[in-house]
Nanobody
Framework: EVQLVESGGGLVQAGGSLRLSCAAS????????IGWFRQAPGKEREGVSC????????YYAASVKGRFTISSDNAKSTVYLQMNSLKREDTAVYYC??????????????WGQGAQVTVSS
């Protein structure tokens, strides 16, 4: 059974940091890209960052570039999203997903349940 489990969400003040984790199981981790998406109330799900498990290539959306860092521990089948200098507009439910390389939800086959990140002013 494919599982993606996010953890590390929570409430943080603006300017603070959080690290999200995505623990994967049930598929060959090295064969997939892992993406992080977020969805704020009333908005569409948007791609935040993704990483290729095979060669470590990364992508960041312009809105998070320079503040967020994605990394992968292939031995643990886990991907991390380090989020620094958080802003109120980063408030959303964050999802990790496994699939082909890309920044669109349709590029991904498997999804986690989501983790709430709330940034207060």
């Amino acid at each position: 059974e494919v599982q993606l489990v996010e953890s590390g969400g929570g409430l943080v003040q603006a300017g603070g940091s959080l690290r999200l984790s995505c623990a994967a199981s049930g598929f060959t981790f090295d064969d997939y890209a892992i993406g992080w998406f977020r969805q704020a109330p009333g908005k569409e799900r948007e791609g935040v960052s993704c990483i290729s498990s095979s060669d470590g290539s990364t992508y960041y959306a312009a809105s998070v570039k320079g503040r967020f860092t994605i990394s992968s521990d292939n031995a643990k089948s886990t991907v991390y999203l380090q989020m620094n200098s958080l802003k109120r507009e980063d408030t959303a439910v964050y999802y990790c997903a496994a699939g082909g390389w890309g920044i669109y939800p349709g590029d991904y086959d498997y999804w986690g349940q989501g983790a709430q990140v709330t940034v207060s002013s």
